[in-house]
Structures are given as structure tokens and as C-alpha cells.
């Protein structure tokens, strides 16, 4: 029996009659290179036969009466692999656009709490004779980085796959009963104090380091809080991101689009301005949001505020699942027309943010959220969601993350890995979330919305892949610039 911690646990206080906690991938593979028939049969055996590999895909969820404190997993007795692994079929011709609205359709139904939370869906009719494996676990399980080792543990290095041990025997866990569980809170509140002054330490000492770095009069929110002024380019006004038209409250519905940008043509962009791949993330975000806001009558005087998710991932929490993520608030210069121009600002803006994030405790986002008890977390998102407190007063427009992912080929039973697209969470106040993943030599883009707010995802994907032509003909342009050879006077 292991018990969520705070932050675990606030993947599943936040969900709502609209919000939902999971987070999901789309995988495209060809099942041709598979040596045996790729049906739901066999797709069904070698994910069993995984489990052993990733023990909390047959944990599910105890809570502790009254919600008291935080849940525990524990080992699923009646644990059953065919609710899990499922099969589908898109009708003729089997689009790209009919498997983003399937995906779309099946990301926007919450997962059951009284089974491990997770499932995948086998789809087949694609065009071209490809299958699409959607996946989704809840986000309480995971975060970016574990979800890496999951994929890792069910997907292998050849078409013939990899010989396993032998599985452990299964364990046999009893439901703890009311008392016991109450019994275990008890002594886990009796921590708190600790807790506390643990986390007050660690915030005195970042405080002179946070005072003093050269990021503070960059960074919107401590600017306001202090009262500092900043560069006009990069500072925000007023404590909360500008209004757009995703920053509102969302339905159950969701939109979806994806796209796939070449990661060596990134590179190229990221080398001859000696920036990083993330900045040139974010710039190509940026531009296409600029132009989906402008094309909407929508786009702010001032930059958005973007929520990136950082991993805090020691060496010693390597391969462990759960969440060990914090969050850095950067600007996306999305009022600036010109593309490297954006760029520019986005690197600085990015240094800026780093450079704020390091100063905070590492482990702050998990220490706060430890002392959340259940029963009012959830509550006070169920309220906030009625009232729409995050809408009217929001620190950030949108997520946008960008994981790495393996560069060499995967088979998924058999059938060689062609794409891997990311689906996130969206949530009331912030009703768009971008996400980027690496594999091979393609960066690979998941834009997941809300169906009523940005019903044209798909014009996004469309930009993003506008914007890197965009930079890249500028390169191409600056470096034919500087070939030329200058006339004898």
C-alpha cells in the first residue's frame, strides 16, 4: 500500500464535471513489420505480459474516509486486463482528421476510480494500412518523465521484441478497512508541523537569492508583487495573463490537432542562433498563436504568460513514477510581428524564468500542496469552477511543454513506432494546452482545446508548422547574406 503525495493527489482534486486529470498519447505504427498478426489478441498479450514492469498499472485508488488525507494505492484484486485494452475502428477512408476527432471523443470521457486508472485503445482503418494505439493514464500516476519509463516498458528496441523474466507472483492486498486508514492519517497529520517548518526554512533561504536575481524585474508576477519596473518587452501588467478567448471556463468537449515538425530543421534554427530547442519551441508557439488570435479579432496589446512545466527529478527518484514536476511562469511575445524578433525576446524571456525558477525551492510545488486535505481540495475546485474564479483572475494563458523523447526506433508488439503525439489536460481558466515530444528526427506536437473555445485547433497545428518555415527561411536568408561576396569599390 503506498499513499499519493499532495501534488499526486491534486491531479485528482482538480477534476471536475469538465476537468478531467488524465493525460494520453496517439501512437501511429505500421503493423506490417510485425511477425505475427497485429490484432487486439495479441496487442492484449504483450501488454499483459508488461505489466510487471510498471506495478502501479494494476494499482487502483483507496480513499481515506471523509477525505482526511491523502488516498493510497493499492494492488487491484480484481484486476482485469480486458476493461483496459480495447479495440476500435475508424469508418472509410480512415483520416487523419476522423482519428483526431475518435481521439478527441475518447480523451474527454474521465476514467473510472474504481479500477487502476488507465486505458488503450487499438485503432484500426487508417489510411495506408496503419493503426493508431491511443493510451491514457491519469495524471495523478504520472507526469512526463514516467511516462516516458511507461512507454519504455511497453514498447521494444526490435520487431521481435525482448525475452522477459520471469513475472514475480502475484501479490495479494487486502482493502484496508475505515478504521486503519484513519488510524494511518492520524499519524501522518501528526507530520504537518514538521512540514511546515521545513517548507518556511527552505523559503527563507531562497530569499536572498530570489531578491537579488537578475530575472526578477523580468518576470510579471514578482515584478507586480514588488513593485519593480521592468522591460517594457518582457514585463506584464497587473498580477493576471491578458484575456483570450481559450481563458475561459470549458465544457466535457475537446478538440484535438496534431502535427509533426522536422527536429533537425529545429535544430538548424536553434544552432545558427546558439539558443536552446525549448526556446525555439516556445518562439514557434508563440507566432502561432499570434496569428490564430489576430485571425480571431483576439490578440492582446501585451505578451501571454505560458505555465512550462519543469521536472525536479533527482538522479536517486530515476525510474519511480508519481509526479516530481514544478512550474515556471515565461512571457510569449506573441504582440511582436517580426519572427526572430520573438525569438530573441522568447530566449531572454526563458533565461529570465530559469534563472526565477532556480532561486525557489525545488520541492515547493509538492510541499504546498502536501498539507491539501482531499475533502476541501476538492471542494474549493468544485467551487472554483462554479463562481469561475481561475477565469476571472488567471497567472497564465496556456501550457506548453516540451518532453524528449528516445531518438532510435520502438516496435509496439511488433509493429514499428512511425509517430507519437502527446494529449494533456486542459482545465477551467486555461482552456488550450500545447505539448511537444521528440522521436527519431521529428518533434511531434499534441494541441488539445476545448471543443466550444478554440473549435479550430486544427488552423494551430497549421501555423506551427508555417512559423518554422518561417525561421528557417530566415536563416537560409541571413547566411546567403553573409556568403555574399562584397563588390571592389
Known amino acids: 500500500m503506498q499513499q499519493l503525495t499532495g501534488l499526486d493527489a491534486a491531479f485528482l482534486a482538480m477534476e471536475t464535471r ?20 497485429f490484432t487486439l489478441e495479441r496487442f492484449t498479450r504483450v501488454v499483459e505480459s508488461r505489466l510487471p514492469l510498471v506495478p502501479p498499472l494494476r494499482r487502483r485508488l483507496v480513499d481515506v474516509p471523509l477525505g482526511l488525507d491523502q488516498p493510497y494505492w493499492i494492488e487491484d484484486p480484481d484486476f482485469d486486463i480486458e476493461f483496459h485494452v480495447r479495440e476500435l475502428a475508424l469508418p472509410s477512408p480512415g483520416s487523419d482528421r476522423q482519428l483526431a476527432e475518435q481521439a478527441a471523443r475518447l480523451h474527454a470521457r474521465p476514467l473510472d476510480r474504481s479500477r487502476p486508472l488507465w486505458e488503450i485503445y ?26 516516458n519509463d511507461i512507454l519504455a516498458a511497453l514498447l521494444d528496441l526490435s520487431p521481435e521484441g525482448r525475452k522477459l523474466a520471469d513475472p514475480p507472483p502475484r501479490r495479494t492486498e487486502r482493502q484496508p478497512g475505515a478504521v486503519e486508514l484513519l488510524a494511518r492519517s492520524a499519524v501522518s497529520l501528526t507530520r504537518h508541523p514538521l512540514r511546515a517548518a521545513r517548507l518556511s526554512v527552505g523559503l527563507l533561504r531562497s530569499a536572498p537569492s530570489l531578491v537579488a536575481s537578475p530575472a526578477l524585474a523580468r518576470l510579471p508576477l514578482v515584478e507586480q508583487l514588488l513593485g ?5 518587452v518582457l514585463s506584464q501588467p497587473g498580477l493576471r495573463a491578458p484575456r483570450t478567448p481559450f481563458n475561459r471556463s470549458i465544457t466535457q468537449h475537446r478538440r484535438w490537432g496534431f502535427c509533426g515538425l522536422s527536429l533537425s530543421e529545429v535544430k538548424r534554427v536553434k544552432n545558427a542562433l546558439g539558443i536552446t530547442v525549448n526556446d525555439v519551441v516556445m518562439a514557434l508557439c508563440a507566432g502561432a498563436l499570434r496569428r490564430w488570435l489576430a485571425d480571431h479579432d483576439a490578440l492582446p496589446d501585451g505578451p501571454l504568460i ?6 525536479v527529478r ?10 516530481r514536476v514544478s512550474t515556471m511562469l515565461a512571457v510569449l ?18 533565461r529570465a524564468a530559469k534563472e526565477q525558477h532556480d532561486a525557489l525551492p525545488a520541492n515547493l510545488l509538492a510541499d504546498v500542496t502536501q498539507f491539501a486535505m482531499p475533502a476541501l481540495a476538492g471542494q474549493a475546485a468544485r467551487m472554483a469552477a462554479r463562481l469561475r474564479l481561475v477565469e476571472r483572475a488567471s497567472l497564465f494563458n496556456l501550457i506548453i511543454s516540451n518532453v524528449p523523447g528516445p531518438n532510435l526506433p520502438l516496435y509496439y508488439a511488433g509493429a514499428e513506432l512511425i509517430a507519437y503525439y502527446p494529449l494533456s489536460a486542459i482545465t477551467d481558466g486555461q482552456g488550450l494546452n500545447i505539448t511537444a515530444m521528440s522521436y527519431r528526427d521529428t518533434l511531434f506536437f499534441g494541441v488539445i482545446a476545448c471543443r466550444e473555445l478554440v473549435p479550430d485547433v486544427d488552423r494551430l497545428t497549421a501555423y506551427l508548422e508555417e512559423e518554422l518555415r518561417v525561421l528557417t527561411d530566415s536563416i537560409d536568408k541571413a547566411a546567403t547574406r553573409r556568403a555574399r561576396p562584397r563588390a571592389r569599390r
Not at 126 to 140: D, E, F, M, T
Not at 306 to 311: G, L, M, N, R, T
Not at 333 to 350: G, I, K, S, Y
Open 18 to 37: 469538465t476537468v478531467f486529470g488524465h493525460v494520453g498519447s496517439v501512437c501511429i505504427v505500421d503493423p506490417s513489420t510485425a511477425s505475427e498478426p
Open 306 to 311: 505560458a505555465a512550462v512545466p519543469v521536472s
Open 228 to 232: 519593480r519596473d521592468g522591460d517594457a
Open 122 to 147: 487499438l485503432i484500426f482503418g487508417l489510411q495506408g494500412g496503419r493503426a493508431a494505439i491511443y493510451s491514457k493514464v491519469h495524471h495523478a500516476a504520472i507526469d512526463g518523465v514516467s511516462g
Open 333 to 350: 511575445p506573441t504582440q511582436l510581428a517580426d519572427p526572430r524578433e520573438r525569438l530573441r525576446v522568447v530566449h531572454e524571456a526563458m
Open 314 to 323: 533527482t538522479e536517486e527518484q530515476e525510474g519511480t513514477l508519481g509526479n
